[in-house]
């Protein structure tokens, strides 16, 4: 990649609005100059930049685990739109054998550990809201 932005008549800097690739909020802006046949950038493109959100469990060395359909296989399995962001410890107790800060779980395996957990949540702040 060059270290300059050609400006195009048509398209200026050809901007793209940067989607996390995990979440899908807004991440960032892409320039992405001159494209191949002067083609106009996408409006919004999934990028490998982490929204803030997303980043800063990352940062905390956690784990983003992100459910897909039961039987998904390959690089882009089908997402079912649950994401849960886990902390170090959390992730260094349950998901040992994680690698990376990312993970796909199957959504039959993800309902079964944080459905228990978001009643347990939801049951704390209904005895809180009482006291
Ligand atoms: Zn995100």
């Keep these: 990649m060059s270290n300059y932005i050609t400006l ?63 039987g998904e296989k390959g690089h882009n399995p089908y997402r079912t739109g649950q994401i849960v962001g886990v902390t170090e410890e959390c992730k260094n107790k349950f998901f040992k054998n994680c690698n990376s800060s990312i993970c796909y779980m199957e959504e039959t395996q993800f309902k079964q550990m944080f459905n228990t957990a978001q009643n347990e949540f939801n049951s704390e702040s209904e005895n809180c809201k009482q006291d």
């Design 8 to 70: 195009l008549r048509k398209h200026g800097v050809n901007p793209s609005l940067l989607k996390c690739p995990v979440c899908g909020k807004d991440a960032g802006i892409a320039l992405c100059g001159r494209l191949p046949k002067d083609e106009e950038a996408p409006r919004e493109m999934v990028g490998d930049i982490l929204c803030n959100e997303c980043q800063s469990v990352v940062d905390k060395k956690g784990l983003l685990i992100i459910a897909v359909r039961d």
